[in-house]
């Protein structure tokens, strides 16, 4: 494990698999993370070299600074990229060497999953490192954890009432979009479903639209991004139909200050998925914090409590008076608070 820089580890697994554990310590510390460890999930992408590998892993770290400080997690925020090709890959002696790097860090970097890892490969790194928060052991599921929390945020958006008069556009239908379609199906809505791999949006309750190459130009209320990151560019922010904007992927927009300029003149409300995808670090706190009770817990009380959470961070933030800031200076506002009281997982309370 080598130090490359200030929060930057480089560490090479016996395979030769390079992966980097990045703090974000570049940015000004949030009073909700001073002295906290650090939690961010391992991603694992082919990266073209590794100063890509590491910016991607910067910017991830900053957005679980921010998302950790608003919910008040316990955690900072950190990342680890594994910057190689998934074929062949020996996930085994990657999470032996993980679990290596984890060790020598002795508890101030905590981890679970991202893309390209699986609850299989938490299971295996959990017998190696006790520095793992996934649910392992427990009945919790990942996805709905961060279903939940975007569900909780269209709340705050649109309210329960208008659920089953809208129609939503769920793009990527993965575990979390899957999840999230059924709950937001469940309560009347209507669900276009789009993901690259039209299959996966085939579901006999929803309108697969996968098709559609100009998805955006189609009729819907609400867009939900479940998928990759930089779905929206300024193009088709221009071209979209709809008037919110949420989502789980980790960054919305190709470029942020177009985007979001331009959704601030159509009058589109969009809300940070620093607010809306915080579902699994929420989770994590109750896991870390109030670990017995987090075992004991049904499901549905840890699904409820999160979308509680974001239902009311969301609400927070579209209540503040100045009009003038637009929403990632609403949310700074709400990240750098004076005030944060107790860790969010603390205030978690089972009926089991």
């Known amino acids: 494990m080598e130090t490359i820089a200030e929060g930057i580890l480089r560490c090479v697994s016996v395979e030769n698999v390079v992966f980097f554990i990045v703090k974000d310590t570049h940015s000004a510390t949030p009073p909700a993370n001073v002295g906290r460890p650090t939690n961010g999930g391992i991603r694992i992408q082919d990266y073209p070299d590794e100063d890509s590998a590491i910016s991607e892993a910067l910017s991830l770290a900053k957005r679980m600074t921010y998302k950790n400080a608003l919910y008040n997690t316990g955690f900072g925020g950190v990342k680890i990229v594994v910057s190689t090709c998934l074929d062949n890959l020996d996930k085994h002696a990657l999470m032996d060497a993980i679990a290596t790097a984890l060790e020598t860090l002795e508890g101030s970097v905590y981890t679970g999953c991202d893309l390209n890892t699986s609850e299989a490969d938490m299971h295996y790194l959990t017998q190696k490192s006790p520095y793992v928060l996934a649910g392992i052991g427990s009945n919790i599921n990942p996805d709905k954890t961060t279903a939940s929390g975007v569900y909780g945020t269209i709340l705050g958006v649109i309210g329960e009432n208008k659920i089953q008069n809208s129609c939503f556009l769920i793009h990527g239908m993965g575990k979390v979009g899957?999840?999230?379609?059924?709950?937001?199906?469940?309560?009347?809505?209507?669900?276009?479903?789009?993901?690259?791999?039209?299959?996966?949006?085939?579901?006999?309750?929803?309108?697969?639209?996968?098709?559609?190459?100009?998805?955006?130009?189609?009729?819907f209320d609400v867009l939900v991004l479940c998928s990759s990151s930089n779905i929206v560019t300024p193009e088709i922010a221009q071209q979209l139909s709809c008037k919110t904007l949420v989502g789980s992927s980790n960054k919305f927009f190709s470029d942020t200050d177009a985007v979001t300029r331009i959704l601030q003149q159509r009058n589109i409300v969009w809300i940070p998925e620093i607010v809306s995808s915080a579902g699994a670090v929420i989770s994590d706190s109750i896991e870390h914090y109030a670990p017995e009770v987090f075992q004991q817990a049904k499901p549905e009380e840890v699904y409820d409590f999160i979308g509680d959470l974001t239902f009311k961070q969301t609400s927070k933030l579209l209540a503040q008076d100045n009009h003038s800031r637009d929403m990632n200076q609403r949310l700074h506002h709400l990240v750098y608070r004076k005030e944060f009281g107790s860790v969010c997982g603390l205030n978690f309370q089972s009926t089991s």
């Not at 669900?191 to 130009?217: H, M, T």
């Open 178 to 219: 899957l999840a999230l379609a059924k709950q937001l199906n469940e309560k009347g809505a209507t669900i276009l479903s789009y993901d690259v791999l039209p299959e996966r949006a085939e579901q006999s309750d929803f309108k697969n639209v996968s098709s559609q190459s100009q998805w955006w130009k189609l009729s």
